[in-house]
């Protein structure tokens, strides 16, 4: 039921292309994404904001057609075999909205009316703690247990493919572990999950695989581990020194008081830098040494400092965003 | 496609908009208070007096068509539209055709009761029963079908559900000329053909003839059989039928169900 790599991934996305608008103002926002979901994984879509990732989702979920490229949702057409996909399915977007002076039971009712084999409300409830809250309007609730909500209606059809746009964006930390728990046991129980992040800590937590998403492109894929793969090390400390040369040194940059190596063999250039150091007496102040990590290759390529990764093209500025 | 038109789904969406429509206070007012204000002109009028209860009759059409059907429909798609709620029934299994039906709905039925309670409320005041009732029942559902689909048009350019209230003016204005070209109707012929292709116009036309027998727009007296009352319905009629197939496709092609970004 879990993970198998004979069985056929449960999303296959190839060539995506999404242009809003059009003649000189049309912006592509989605070019080129190749994406494979593995049955019975957790996969997140990690990318700064205005990344596409949302763009991208919409086309999987069957809202809106895809500009060009091929896309298969449990190997059917997410809009022509729109009915069929539904009901094995459930959708988290990123944002949404709901009647507010239904109360959440009601809302929940009325969600359970329009599936065709829901899960029981009580049981909703109780999984997303929403039971306390059941006979309050929606108009009062807060913003997480709103969200809540939300993820109930998602999950309520028991659907075998989870599609989560961002679902722990403006939770609080407490609410935030709740949801990656929840999303673990769907995975657990043999669901695939397709999820939407901008936060390392949750792509790092929930994911099996990895997809990167920068300026409307997949610009790395695979485990964390493997990601972090072959990207330099670190090494940096206070003040615009000069340094010689350095075995397995790649890159130098003196900037905002700081200078950063990169490497390839931290250890190696590490001893040497510290020799070196010692025989000049030279002191390095804050000095950071690190090997690759998942934030180190985000935040290379959210900067555009990865020199495979396309820049950011003119009038799309991304805001970082990491919590 | 494995999942067509649901019926059981619908009446589950339209029983949940029912009941937000009753905690909505405005809206319930529109959808069922106001259009029962009508019939009081039949109080103030003389009793047994058809030609007053044929303008209280066109006006409680005019009313209903405006406010449980017209007007509702239109604030409640885009109030929806713009809280994303119909964003995310969409991820659902719901169909949109599903959604369109289940919206209208509930002022649809305020609408049909409404025309059908008339009937019987009607001999308290000595007012004759309908020369034929099957015209009259057609005349009552072509109105809802007619003003749901100009419901759906307008969404298709209303930004908000304040817009609404801007938006909806070419409708009702349009309506509304009806009750209005009896008066202008003699002193120019070529001003009373357009008023008569207007849907308010054709409108209360099919109720004149269909229930009161009357025989054009100045008539106060019933003149028509109920044979010939087939054969004078047929002019309204075919207006009604253009106004809502041309309404229906204007509004399928620019249907949205999200607000523009």
New interface residues.
């Given amino acids: 039921m879990n993970t198998n790599p004979g069985s056929k991934p449960a999303v296959q996305v190839r060539g995506l292309r999404r242009t809003y608008g059009q003649g000189p103002s049309a912006y592509e926002a989605v070019r080129g994404v190749d994406l494979d979901v593995p049955t019975g994984s957790i996969t997140a879509l990690l990318g700064t904001n205005g990344a596409g990732k949302t763009s991208t989702l919409e086309v999987i979920?069957g809202?809106a057609p895809a500009t060009a490229g091929e896309i298969r949702v449990l190997g059917m057409d997410p809009i022509?075999?729109?009915?069929?996909i539904?009901?094995r399915t459930g959708?988290l977007?990123q944002?949404?909205?709901?009647?507010?002076?239904?109360t959440v039971r009601?809302t929940l009712r009325?969600?359970a009316?329009?599936?065709?084999d829901p899960l029981p409300v009580d049981e909703m409830l109780e999984r997303l703690s929403l039971t306390e809250r059941a006979d309050v309007r929606m108009l009062a609730l807060s913003g997480g247990e709103t969200r809540r909500v939300?993820l109930a209606?998602?999950l309520m059809?028991d659907p075998e493919l989870v599609i989560l746009d961002e679902p722990t964006t403006g939770l609080d930390p407490e609410s935030r572990r709740e949801v990656w728990r929840l999303v673990s046991d769907l995975r657990d129980h043999g669901a695939t999950v397709l999820i939407t992040t901008h936060y390392l800590e949750e792509a790092e937590t929930l994911a099996d695989r990895l997809e990167i998403m920068h300026a409307g492109e997949i610009v790395r894929s695979g485990t964390p581990t493997q990601i972090a793969e072959g990207h330099p090390s670190m090494i940096s400390f206070e003040g615009l020194i000069d340094v010689p040369e350095l075995p397995g040194l790649t890159r130098v940059t003196r900037e905002h008081h700081r200078t950063t190596l990169e490497t390839s063999a931290l250890q190696e250039t590490l001893t040497e830098l510290m020799l070196w150091a010692r025989a000049q007496d030279v002191r390095l102040d804050d000095l950071d040494a690190r090997s690759p990590s998942l934030e180190s290759v985000f935040l290379a390529i959210a900067d555009g400092r990865d020199p495979d990764v396309p820049q950011t093209p003119a009038g799309s500025t991304p805001e970082r965003s990491l919590a | 496609?494995?999942?067509?038109f649901s019926l059981k789904?619908t009446l589950?969406?339209a029983r949940?908009n029912a009941?937000?429509l009753t905690?909505?206070r405005l809206a319930f007012v529109y959808a069922v208070v106001l259009p029962v204000l009508p019939i009081l002109i039949m109080l103030a009028g003389e009793r047994g007096d058809p030609a007053v209860g044929a303008t209280s009759i066109t006006t409680v059409f005019l009313v209903v068509g405006l406010f449980p059907v017209y007007y509702n429909v239109l604030s409640q798609f885009v109030s929806?539209r713009d809280?994303?709620?119909l964003?995310?029934?969409?991820?659902?299994?719901?169909?949109d055709a599903e959604m369109i039906v289940s919206i209208a709905l509930p002022g649809i039925v305020s609408a049909l009761v409404i025309s059908a309670v008339v009937v019987p409320l009607s001999q308290l005041f000595e007012q004759p029963l309908p020369v034929n009732p099957v015209l009259y029942a057609a005349a009552a559902v072509l109105a809802v079908i007619m003003f749901t689909a100009f419901a759906y048009w307008t969404a298709a350019w209303t930004r908000s559900a304040e817009a609404a209230q801007l938006t909806s003016m070419p409708i009702i204005l349009l309506a509304s000329l009806g009750p209005l070209g009896a008066s202008l109707a003699d002193s120019n012929e070529t001003l009373a053909r357009i008023i008569d292709a207007t849907p308010g116009a054709a409108m209360n036309e099919l109720v004149r003839v269909g229930w009161f027998g009357f025989d054009g727009a100045e008539a106060t007296e019933k003149t028509l059989s109920f044979a010939e009352t087939w054969s004078a319905a047929g002019p309204p009629l075919i207006v009604m039928a253009a106004w809502t197939i041309a309404a229906c496709s204007l509004a399928s092609r620019s249907m949205r169900w999200e607000p523009r970004s």
């Fill in positions: 979920e809202l022509s075999e729109r009915g069929a539904r009901r959708v977007l944002r949404s909205g709901f009647s507010g002076d239904l009601e009325q969600w009316g329009t599936l065709s939300d209606c998602a059809g | 496609m494995t999942s067509a789904r589950n969406l949940w009941v937000l905690r909505n929806r809280e994303l709620v964003k995310r029934m969409r991820t659902g299994e719901t169909r």
